[in-house]
């Protein structure tokens, strides 16, 4: 591993917990009738962040700033919301999200179709 990978596999793992503690900081892994510990359904999840990429979608359209972080773009914070739901469910999980990305990354430098002698040639426009 690089010393780039290293560091961006560390800053991502402390990006996840992050994620993950204030997801149960605030409740969403607790039954709030019985106070009981929940897992939470994985397509419901899934769902959540199909939602905040439809989000992300309708600021570039619409152009807007977020409505809650009024200084910030729409698409960045929806995107972030995306990535906080990401992390928090990788790591309630137990997936090893940090590692994958670093691997896929990798991996993705290696692939001739993501080549620019290859995409020039008539490869993957995006």
């Known amino acids: 591993m690089t010393e780039q990978e290293r560091l961006a596999e560390q800053g991502l793992n402390a990006a996840i917990d992050l994620a993950r503690k204030t997801a149960v900081d605030a409740g969403w892994y607790t039954d709030l009738k019985t106070g009981a510990s929940i897992e939470r359904n994985f397509g419901e999840v899934i ?23 009024p200084h910030r773009d729409g698409r960045e914070v929806e995107l972030a919301d995306c990535v906080i739901r990401i992390f928090d469910t990788a790591r309630a999980l137990k997936l090893d999200l940090a590692g994958a ?6 991996y993705n430098a290696t692939r001739e179709d993501h080549q620019l002698e290859t995409r020039a040639a008539g490869g993957k426009k995006y």
């Open 47 to 69: 769902a959540l962040m199909h939602s905040e990429l439809s989000e992300a979608l309708e600021a570039d359209r619409k152009g807007l700033m977020d409505d809650k972080l």
């Open 101 to 106: 990305i670093i691997e896929k990354n990798r």
